[in-house]
């Protein structure tokens, strides 16, 4: 892909793995571009806009919530201690 923008090989290299995981765990998945999701952020500034700003990031953080909590769960059962 040497014709692609850098962030466009990230993009579908994260996307590939992100695939690879729901499909082979069975796990659910979420993947926002940043700049769609401040984009999607910023319009809920509008005020005839009727979507919180919250209604739009609560996935984001379930998200990285439930990551972090899989990530200190696997260290406590490795015996590793976070650095």
């Given at each position: 892909?040497?014709?692609?923008?850098?962030?466009?090989?990230?993009?579908?290299?994260?996307?590939?793995?992100?695939?690879?995981?729901?499909?082979?765990?069975?796990?659910?998945?979420?993947?926002?571009?940043?700049?769609?999701?401040?984009?999607?952020?910023?319009?809920?500034?509008?005020?005839?806009?009727?979507?919180?700003?919250?209604?739009?990031?609560?996935?984001?953080m379930?998200?990285?919530c439930?990551?972090?909590?899989?990530?200190?769960?696997?260290?406590?059962?490795?015996?590793?201690?976070r650095?």
């Amino acid at each position: 892909m040497p014709d692609r923008p850098a962030r466009d090989r990230k993009t579908h290299l994260a996307v590939a793995i992100l695939r690879r995981v729901i499909l082979a765990k069975g796990a659910r998945g979420l993947f926002y571009d940043v700049r769609d999701l401040l984009r999607v952020i910023r319009s809920t500034y509008n005020p005839l806009v009727r979507t919180a700003e919250m209604d739009v990031l609560r996935p984001v953080m379930e998200a990285i919530c439930w990551c972090s909590t899989i990530s200190d769960q696997r260290r406590r059962l490795s015996g590793s201690k976070r650095r």
